[in-house]
């Protein structure tokens, strides 16, 4: 050994740092190994537990609140007695059990309503459980405050808007969207409040999981969204409006989304109209018939769609020119949509153009007519 | 004369060892870097956010396209497969390039397809278009299947798809592949979520499918391969897919959204031209193309991987076949370097010019050269007994074990965020791998890697021809077990 250490001290530079890597390699290679086998043994360690107790808890919560028949006659939950010793074992001190509990009691009241839900998310404050979701919101690891607030807004706990209003528009994009979903369960004046202090634009992710928490919010009072629409200074915001206008067939809003064919950014002007057609706005069809000559492509799709969707049956000539005279290819299609869209006047404009028209332009009516072709 | 050999060989023997310094701190730091990537996925990894998309009217539209050759065998357990997907909008367009065998006729009968007449728009130019069909039955009315003329490639038949494809987004698989039911739902995430840049094309984890379970299409059961070649391929698919593009991921320099599967955005796709045809590598040509696309026209893009397995595609289990697979990926990554060498050390075009395809230069083109040469240089200088065998071998000791440490981290990085396997034993056996990768596998790269630059340096005349499958292990059904028992 005293040898080998010697030969190893006067060895070229080379040798020595590839002796001292060998040994660096071997033992990261022994850690790596007892790292799987620890973090293999914990998942297994938590799934027992967790096999264990989930029963425990599923049999006192049906006991004492699923299968109670007085909350299922829907006797107020506060007339009903809770089973609060029965969740005062030993066991239940322990944080991952807490933590066990919190989320069956989440599962539970996502799948009740009426005087279960509530006598569920009694059980989860008598048993001091929205203390735990507090600490959490309180946590400065922010997988640790979405957890709390995410917890928080499942058991429909108030959360003060000082708390929450900052966290809506917080760096971190999981924060902000849970942030943002909470303050539209929970807060009770205004819900929408957070779209006067949005600063960055709301991601496509963003609105997809706002559009589910605000559609299926129950008791949620739905604004007037023209207010967004008209002042809102945030594209994202005015686009997403724009998408719960149509979502929820506000025609209040109509004047409000018209105004906006005349905006600058012909994103945001497709999309209006895109919500015209789909909210079937005929009055308005004039208005774009004008003004395709002067729009970009985007927006002369949109266009042709609407009038398709609209189906007034009064600007078939206007489609059949384009039909027959555009050069591009997805213009030629859409017209051809929305002239079949509205065949119910134009049946016999489609027969002569079938008869009449190039190969090409026979093929896209033909592509149109076809019920097993979508798009 | 002997001083100018001695100095030769000096210089070349430390240009050696600044190359595999160089590449060794590489490979050090995209094992912190996708570190980092895998645990910051794992973190905001979330089974609710999938069901809230998967609800939502608002999820974009995606195409899955999946070109077939022959593929009779396994086509409609994996038409089947793809249908399963969990997505609100999306279509599947399988495009026929020309099957010699009786795929066409098997999808025909089993999916009750119809010619329909399709406004079929050649954005990018392919072989001709024999017919398109569509299901009569509502069951498979996201079916498309596109017959065309053999254009010798995949990439034509891609194209081909493109063309058709009805939403801003398509995802790229090969037939052959089986896809977890969320892929879509997955895929399309970080498109969604990216807050300043044009998000052009994301990526998943591939694995090996030989020895996993699958029942009508859909994976139920993952297990490492028991064959030693494909788990060799399971174990590089790790350290390439987990360590290196989640590496790369991080600082926005993923080199390559494999062929496997990747989703991209139609219109970058459209606008770079589609597909090469002529290309071996075709799935890296078009990604450095849609860059270079994204970069002259100052789109600011990012490329984005997930470390979750998504696919599980069937590994070459013959080294002649093997062989086949490697050559032209080879050959592939030669014609890339070739065709877009004014990329190289360019600053125009950012960290592709400047960090992507040196790397690729130097540690994925050069990498068998080098290799090669060095055992050239062992050999000669062994026979002219120059070799200082004890410290050759404490330099082989390191390369053996640095590469086995990197190869166990890769697999650790994917143990900790997905426990893929059932049972710590296939775990151990995966982990083992490693430990003969370097004497049995990387030699096949090598020789296989050297044949591809051959090809490519005489122009030797190739198709991407067929795999040979051998279909996958079905789960046996408790009736047909019973009925077998007795």
Redesign the interface.
Known sequence: MEFSFYEFRYAPLSIQIAGIFIVVAIVCTLLAYFSILVGRYRAYRQSERLKKLHPIIDEQLMEHILLNEELASDVPADQVQLPLESFQQPVFEKKWARQALIDRLIHYRNNVRGSMGEQLRNLYIQLDLDKDSLKKMKSRKWERKVQGLAEMSNMNMSIADVTILPLTNSNNRELRAAARHAYIKLSKNEPFKFFDVVTEPLLLWDQVELFKIISTTEHIAIPNFAQWITYSSNKSIVSFCLKLVVHYNQLSAVPAVIRLLDTKDHYVRADAINCLGKMKVEDVEEKLVHMYNSQPLNCRLEILKALGRISSGKYVDFLRQEFLHATDFEVRKHAAKSLINNKWAAKGLIQELIDTATAENKLILKHSMNPLIKF | MDNIWETLGRIYENGV?IYGTVLLVTYALLAIFSMISVRAYA??DNVD?LN??L??????GITVLAPAFNEGLTIIFNVRSLLTLNYPRY?IIIVNDGSTDNSLEQMIEEFQL?P????Y?AKIQTKPVRKIY???NPAY?KLMVIDKVNGKSKADAVNAGINAA?YPHFVCTDVDCILDKNTLLELI?P?????KKRVIATGATLRIANSCEFDQGVMTRMRPPRQLLPRFQEVEYIRAFVLGKMGWTLLNCVPNVSGGLGLFDKEIAIRSGGYDHSSFGEDMELMTRMCRYAHDNKIEYAIRYIPKTLCWTEAPVTVKIFNRQRTRWARGLAQLMYAHFGMFLNPRYGRMGMIIFPYNFFFELLAPIIEFTGIIYYIVMGIFGLINWP?AL??L??VY??S??IT??A??WD??SF?YYRT?KE?AFL?LTPFMEFFLYHPLIVIFALRGYWYFLTGKKSTWGNMQRRGFQQTPKPAATAAAAK
């Open positions: 060892f973190k905001r956010q809230t998309l609800s939502s009217p608002l999820a974009p279509e119809v329909v007449d399709f406004a728009n569509k299901s009569s009315a009805a995430k498109v969604m979520q990216e807050e410290t404490i330099l000791l390191f074990t640095y086995v440490m166990t981290i697999i650790l143990q900790l426990k710590w775990v982990c």
